[in-house]
Nanobody, 114 residues
């Protein structure tokens, strides 16, 4: 059973920063990442990191967000800088095992508003 624990969401003003963290229990994963879903929109990739270190960012976060692995096993962080109101969404941690099977966290709300 894989369980994901997300932390770090909240309310921030435009131009501010937040850091999301995700810790996953279970086996070794081939990829970890973050997706987001805004009201009325489909879930979309924000950033992902493979076990070999390959990193992929959505165009709308390049230069503002940074994904990194944590010191603990199976942890991933998302540093979000220069946040915009358009970044408001529920952010979901995603991990993929060798199945491949995707696992999802419950989501953490990020609200960017003045």
């Amino acid at each position: 059973q894989v369980e994901l624990e997300e932390t770090g969401g909240g309310l921030v003003q435009p131009g501010g920063s937040l850091k999301l963290s995700c810790a996953a229990s279970g086996s070794i994963f081939i990829a970890m990442g973050w997706y987001r879903q805004a009201p009325g929109k489909q879930r979309e990739l924000v950033a992902s990191m493979s076990a070999t270190g390959d990193i992929n960012y959505a165009d709308f976060v390049k230069g503002r967000f940074t994904i990194s692995s944590g010191d603990a096993k199976n942890t991933v962080h998302l540093q979000m800088n220069n946040l915009k109101p358009a970044d408001t969404a529920v952010y979901y941690c995603n991990v993929r095992d060798w199945g491949p099977t995707d696992y999802w966290g419950l989501g953490t709300q990020v609200t960017v508003s003045s």
